[in-house]
């Protein structure tokens, strides 16, 4: 017998993709780093007007603190494929938004690969 508590149910996803993007800001000189001093508030604000722009509600778009990859960024992850990117020009943002989430073809030369 099977507790009601075990069985397996379907989760709706609420998005086709979800964009977390680190919007954490440290002043210029901290040793860390910090996506924000590395210039990600722009691009953020262009990927946001992207998305809202859309009106599909397929991608959904939440601005995340710090994701531990600090001196790396501009960093923003997308899910549920768990790609992450680094963007640093307006047009690595277009690129992002038309070929990955609008088009499920991942960016290669824009990926991040992170280790621990």
């Given amino acids: 017998m099977s507790d009601a508590s075990e069985e397996e ?10 964009v977390f993007a680190c919007f954490t800001q440290r002043p210029p000189t901290h040793p860390r780093g910090s996506c924000g001093a590395n210039g ?3 691009l953020w ?3 946001g007007k992207l998305v809202e722009a859309d009106g599909s509600g397929e991608i959904g778009f939440t601005a995340a ?4 990859f600090c001196s790396a960024g501009p960093l923003m992850v997308v899910y549920p494929e768990g790609i992450w990117y680094r963007p640093t020009t ?4 277009d690129e992002i938004y038309s ?14 690969i992170l280790t621990r």
């Fill in 9 to 18: 149910f379907e989760v709706p996803q609420l998005y086709k993709r979800h």
């Fill in 40 to 42: 990600a508030q722009p």
């Fill in 45 to 47: 604000d262009r990927l």
């Fill in 65 to 68: 603190g710090c994701m531990g």
């Fill in 90 to 93: 307006p047009e690595d943002v």
């Fill in 99 to 112: 070929s990955h989430l609008k088009g499920g073809k991942r960016v290669d030369r824009l990926v991040m």
